[in-house]
């Protein structure tokens, strides 16, 4: 069964950093790329980032680019996001998604880490 | 930079059929943005329904279909079900491996 478990959300000051972790089980990780999508409070989606699977490859939404910065360790199944430069308008919860095989979407999920940027 | 349109809102009475889109602000979605389509009701993770323009996730009933319709790609729900009361976002490949979330669509079973 896959498992994708988000952690490290929670409350940092403007302008502060944060990383966050997803670690994945139930497949071979190494083999897909990943995600982390977004959403704002009473918001709609917003896709963040990507990486491929043997993380030589990483993209970025414009919103991010220069701020946050994706990386995985296939040694451990983990995917993070590092989040510097923090500001309320990245307040969302996070979520991770694994890609399909190819260029075709996501289709497992986790269940999200709160992070919220407030002084 | 390229906007994903979606209806704000739908609506469907029990048993219906509703025809959701996905459009892009200059240009027409095709299957090379690769659409898919994903069911989220408040406080869950998005649940992965279509991917890659018409393909079933595992464990999707066969009342959701997916589509090209026009110059927009579409979720069509068959004989619409109380729980099927959520909110529908679609993303789009944009290449360079960018991908881009439509506004989502909240439907209403009523």
């Known amino acids: 069964e896959v498992q994708l478990l988000e952690s490290g959300g929670g409350l940092v000051q403007p302008g502060g950093s944060l990383r966050l972790s997803c670690a994945a089980s139930g497949f071979t990780f190494s083999s897909y790329a990943m995600t982390w999508v977004r959403q704002a409070p009473g918001k709609g989606l917003e896709w963040v980032s990507a990486t491929s699977g043997n993380g030589g490859s990483r993209w970025y939404a414009d919103t991010v680019k220069g701020r946050f910065t994706i990386s995985r360790d296939n040694s451990k199944n983990t995917l993070f996001l590092q989040m510097n430069s923090l500001r309320a308008e990245d307040t969302a919860v996070y979520y991770c998604a694994k890609h399909l095989t190819g260029t075709k979407g996501f289709d497992y999920w986790g269940q999200g880490a709160l992070v919220t940027v407030s002084s | 930079q390229t906007v994903v349109t979606q209806e704000p809102s739908f609506s469907v009475s029990p048993g219906g059929t509703v025809t959701l889109t996905c459009g892009l602000s200059?240009?027409?979605?095709?299957?090379?943005?690769?659409p898919s389509w994903y069911q989220q009701t408040p406080g869950q993770a998005p649940r992965t329904l279509i991917y890659?323009?018409?393909t079933r996730s595992s464990g999707v009933p066969d009342r959701f279909s997916g589509s090209i319709l026009g110059n927009k790609a579409a979720l069509t729900i068959t004989g619409a079900q109380a729980d099927d009361e959520s909110d529908y976002y679609c993303v789009v490949y944009m290449d360079s491996g960018i991908w881009v979330f439509g506004g989502g669509t909240k439907l209403t079973v009523l």
């Open positions: 890659s323009t018409n």
């Open positions: 200059s240009g027409s979605v095709s299957t090379s943005h690769y």
